[in-house]
């Protein structure tokens, strides 16, 4: 299995809501990374964790929490978001560093706060 | 600090052509660059990495670090080359094992009939 999937792979949430991000790797990579990606726009790096711990938090605000609850997985709980946080979410994992650090990505979760 | 540049918002060829993507980087350690490609409706995915030397679909990349520069060539561009291309860095923040990638802005390539 070569693929990083994420659910779902649309979201429409409310200012007040509460929703979460899913994803899912089983290459046995033990980094996991969350992007953000506007349109037309390069993606950015939101998160990084490295063997299940918390290794990189590019200041991101606190309405965006991480989990990574196994090696396998990683969550992204979202709270009080802006409508400006619209976007396309990207889950992407990687071996290790230098030569295994080809990320590989999921589809992304496309979300849209009304 | 770890910056991507590609000059080059828009790239139009027509097929057959060859065909040459610019990208520039800074970096003060000795950085792992890709290139990463997105064709439409589909999720981003690695096209090749400077440390394997190798080429895909026709496409080669030569890390250059004399002028900083990874540009990505392909003698004979196809339509099915038509698609959003990011260059980009993974280097090491704090001593930390594992890489932050950092994008360039992305050149979009469309190939004409």
């Known amino acids: ?114 | 600090a770890q910056r991507v540049t590609q000059p080059e918002k828009l790239l139009s060829v027509f097929k057959g052509a060859p065909v040459e993507l610019k990208c520039n980087y800074s970096y003060s350690g000795s950085p792992e660059l890709f290139w990463y490609v997105q064709y439409s409706r589909q999720r981003l995915q690695l096209l090749l990495r400077h440390i394997s030397r190798e080429s895909i679909k026709g496409f080669t990349a030569d890390l250059n670090k004399g002028e900083t520069s990874f540009h990505l060539k392909k003698p004979f561009a196809q339509e099915e080359d038509s698609a959003m291309y990011y260059c980009a860095l993974s280097g090491q923040q704090g001593g930390t094992s594992y890489g932050k990638l950092t994008f360039g802005q992305g050149t979009i390539l469309t190939v004409h009939p």
């Open chain 1, 1 to 114: 299995d070569t693929e990083v999937t994420q659910t779902p792979k649309h979201l429409v949430m409310g200012m007040t809501n509460k929703k979460s991000l899913k994803c899912e790797q089983h290459m046995g990579h033990r980094a996991m990374y969350w992007y953000k990606q506007k349109a037309k726009k390069p993606p950015e790096l939101m998160f990084v964790y490295s063997y299940e711990k918390l290794s990189i938090n590019e200041s991101v605000p606190s309405r965006f929490s991480p989990e990574c609850p196994n090696s396998s997985l990683l969550n992204l709980h979202l709270h009080a978001l802006q409508p400006e946080d619209s976007a396309l979410y990207l889950c992407a994992s990687s071996q290790g560093q230098g030569a295994r650090s080809e990320a590989f990505f999921g589809q992304g979760t496309r979300l849209t706060v009304v």
